[in-house]
């Protein structure tokens, strides 16, 4: 949810922002490492928030 927030804030499109959200959702990656590693969710969570354009 976070990455489709930033994305719409940072190009105004509603299409880009489900298009990231889509491809974080299957990206293999994410998921493994949502089951592998717990803390490396919140360091990403946190990385994010501190890049946001709000």
């Known amino acids: 949810m ?5 994305t719409k804030k940072l190009f105004q499109s509603h ?13 293999g990656h994410a998921i493994v490492m949502s089951r592998v590693a717990l803390l490396d ?3 990403m969570s946190f990385a994010l928030l501190g890049s946001a354009p709000f």
């Not at 976070?2 to 930033?6: D, N, Q, T, V």
């Not at 299409?15 to 990206?27: E, S």
């Open 2 to 6: 976070l990455i489709m927030l930033i």
């Open 15 to 27: 299409l880009l922002a489900l298009i990231a959200g889509f491809l974080l959702a299957i990206d």
């Open 41 to 43: 969710n919140f360091v």
